[in-house]
Nanobody, 126 residues
Framework: VQLQASGGGLVQAGGSLRLSCASSEGNFIDYSVGWFRQVPGKEREFVSYITEVGGTTDYADSVKERFTISRDNAKKMAYLQMNNLKPEDTAVYSC????????????????????WGQGTQVTVSS
């Protein structure tokens, strides 16, 4: 499974961005998708998760009510809509995929995921 994240950029605080994650996998519907972010010198941080058909989503407390994860299995795409961005949201954002459905605690662990896309830089200026 190959994943490619895109949509990052420079935005002012309070602005919005929509990240996209494109999959090469024909059976994309079999995979749950997670979004993670990382800043230099820090560990990768869980952002959001969505199950195969989108029935269950989960968010880090820091982004809840501001970010929305979604997917379009027909297009083999996942998305992360980010609103009311803050400078502390600045990071490299990556999407990841894993086959199956997992518990809330497991999906927050980046080691769970088998496939990763390259990151896309999000920079939020104050």
């Amino acid at each position: 499974v190959q994943l490619q994240a895109s949509g990052g950029g420079l935005v002012q605080a309070g602005g919005s961005l929509r990240l996209s994650c494109a999959s090469s996998e024909g059976n994309f519907i079999d995979y749950s998708v997670g979004w993670f972010r990382q800043v230099p010198g820090k560990e990768r941080e869980f952002v959001s998760y969505i199950t195969e058909v989108g029935g269950t989503t989960d968010y880090a407390d820091s982004v809840k009510e501001r970010f929305t994860i979604s997917r379009d299995n027909a297009k083999k795409m996942a998305y992360l809509q980010m609103n009311n961005l803050k400078p502390e949201d600045t990071a490299v954002y990556s999407c990841a995929a894993v086959k199956g459905i997992y518990s809330r605690s497991l999906v927050r662990n980046p080691d769970l995921y088998d496939y990763w896309g390259q990151g896309t830089q999000v920079t939020v200026s104050s």
